[in-house]
């Protein structure tokens, strides 16, 4: 009973945690994100478990209704199990928010597929056996931190090339440990995603990052036709400091002194998919946030937030997301979570695969505005001529 006792309220504390998401003090916020990231994605999880420890403390006979103490445990279990109901069906808005936000800037002809009911049942992400996976491809003179791994759909039209890169703050993490349900879905649909490590402090600073990434993107343009792959159809994207690496790389593609050693390499991108991340203050904007670069001739940009993280504050983003769309002659779609904290997109869950699916969308929408762009170019040379 001393077991039930600790175990339900640990995970009514995580659940409740995941509700109210506490983001002040600083501290407090990153606590959050740590203790309730998991059962917040994952609530079905929690409900299983809990209804498993019941029926078995029921079924050996430690729990009943002879005591104040029975009734008090029935009590907490009910309010752990609303609670997670509450968080499952808080996520299960995320399908209609991600189309609302597509069709509102790209118009009502995009359409997204609906997310299954049953994959969340199998929420470890497994690469499926038509996706092949190519690892520790090198990219750059810095050993295994430039390194890339590749996708490739083995039964799909190549359509373009998706390069991802991972976050944890610009001190840890690595290319295969993130986002995998999303490379996974992307590859499966004709899109060779390349996910590469790059440089992390301390033994790294402010550019070095930026330089590693611009120089994956390099690669994969410079390979994409091995892949059957039109070079101009490169997009980055990635999650937290991956996220700033992508949009970075986005508006410094013509800045020699980001690319030393190979200034001349094209690292222009077809559009950007940027997630839960923290691109800088709008005023003052230091020289090394993606927002003191923004431009006219930015490529679309899909910025996805949660708006219950606690890491990155989703006030923090909104007003970068404003002056990219005030600046930007290019679509910025701006996608709301209601819920969802930092690191939503690691397991499969309805919001992650709502990512995947919506995120298919926005690339296939990149594509059609790219085709009808040189269908238009080619009509206007046969009118000249």
Known sequence: MI???ISTGLLLMTAMTALIAPGRPRWLGEAAHQI???VNELPQVGIGWLVASFGLALAQGDLGWRSTEDAAMVTVGMMTAITLLWLWVRARTA???FTDALRSELGDEVTVAPVSRWRALLPVPRRHRS???VRNVSYGPYGRRNRLDVYVGRDSTPVGMFVHFHGRHFRIGRKDTQSLPLLHHLARNGWVCVSANYRLQPKAEFPDYVVDAKRAIAWAREHAVEHGVDPSMVVAGGDSAGAYLALFSALTFDQPRHQPGFEGSDTSLAGV???YGYYGRTTPAPQSTPLAHLRADTPPI???HGTHDT????????PGVDEMRRISRSPVVQVELPGAQHTFDYFHSVRSDALANATLSFLKWIVARSRQSDA??????????
Do not use: F, K
Request: hydrophobic residues 55%; aromatic residues 8%.
């Open 3 to 5: 077991g039930l006792w």
């Open 36 to 38: 309730s990231w998991i």
């Open 95 to 97: 399908p209609q928010v």
């Open 131 to 133: 996706v092949r996976h």
């Open 273 to 275: 998919v940027a997630l």
């Open 302 to 304: 899909m910025v996805v």
């Open 311 to 318: 890491s990155v504050p989703i006030d923090w983003v909104r």
């Open 376 to 385: 238009d170019a080619t009509d206007r040379d046969r009118m000249v001529r």
